[in-house]
């Protein structure tokens, strides 16, 4: 059962332009939405997070969006860059004790100079 | 200063074999995860230490067994290797292990079973 869903594996983008990238949910109890962005032959690094209780996180040029009634969430990045290019996973968590991550299955994003 | 390193990068051996897998981090955390990521791009929790001990153990089969000397060191044996354990494994570190906190990932060991 995939409670975190990346349904698309990949994304072209011209540089410059936005770059959207979305994430639906399954699991209400998720409280915790991280995503990580990871280069080909290295570990996920961390990107941005957003808390249940906001629907939006910004961090320059990036930006987390959460809708909850939709169990959806999004990552803009704008504008994009090709140094961007990487596999981008989405991650949740729910409240209370240790945390369990669940991921994403990643989607690649190209970032076309 | 590699933050959280594990060793070897890549692991290529026979089936049967028995192999480790050796992850430290530098960060001063207290919890510190195992974690698969198979043919599918699967990122998918194994183990959690917290401070030397265990705190998540998520249906891996006893062939796995990982051991933390130390708050900084978990390390991850598998026995009796099978064609099915080719993947890549992720050593991560947070600082408490609680709800919401990032992880810091290794650069991951690509194990492949013959």
């Known amino acids: 059962d995939q409670q975190v869903k990346q349904n698309s594996p990949s994304l072209s983008v011209q540089e410059g332009r936005i770059s959207i990238l979305n994430c639906d949910y399954t699991?209400?109890?998720?409280?915790?939405f991280l995503w990580y962005k990871k280069y080909p032959a290295e570990g996920p690094t961390f990107l941005i997070s957003?808390?249940?209780?906001?629907d939006k996180n910004e961090d320059g040029r990036f930006t987390v969006f959460l809708n909850k009634s939709a169990k959806h969430l999004s990552l803009h990045i704008v504008p994009s860059q090709p140094g961007d290019s990487a596999v981008y996973f989405c991650?949740?968590?729910?409240?209370?004790?240790?945390?369990?991550?669940?991921f994403g299955t990643g989607t690649k994003l190209q970032v076309i100079p | 200063d590699t933050a959280v390193s594990q060793t070897p990068k890549y692991l290529v051996t026979q089936m049967g074999n028995d192999k480790s897998i050796k992850c430290e981090q530098n960060?001063?955390?207290?919890?510190m995860y195992w974690y698969k990521q198979d043919s599918k791009k699967f990122l998918k929790i194994m183990f959690s230490?917290?401070?030397?001990?265990?705190?998540i153990n998520e249906t891996v089969p006893n062939r796995f067994s990982p051991k933390s000397p130390d708050k900084a060191h978990l390390n991850l044996h598998i026995n009796s290797l099978e064609l099915g354990d080719s993947a890549v494994y992720f050593c991560?570190?947070?600082?408490?292990?609680?709800?919401?906190?990032?992880?810091?990932f290794g650069s991951g060991t690509q194990l492949s079973v013959l």
């Open positions: 991560a570190s947070s600082q408490t292990g609680m709800a919401g906190e990032k992880l810091f």
């Open positions: 991650a949740a968590s729910a409240p209370g004790g240790y945390q369990k991550v669940t």
């Open positions: 960060l001063g955390h207290d919890t």
């Open positions: 957003i808390s249940s209780i906001k």
């Open positions: 699991n209400s109890m998720f409280d915790y």
């Open positions: 230490y917290n401070n030397k001990e265990l705190i």
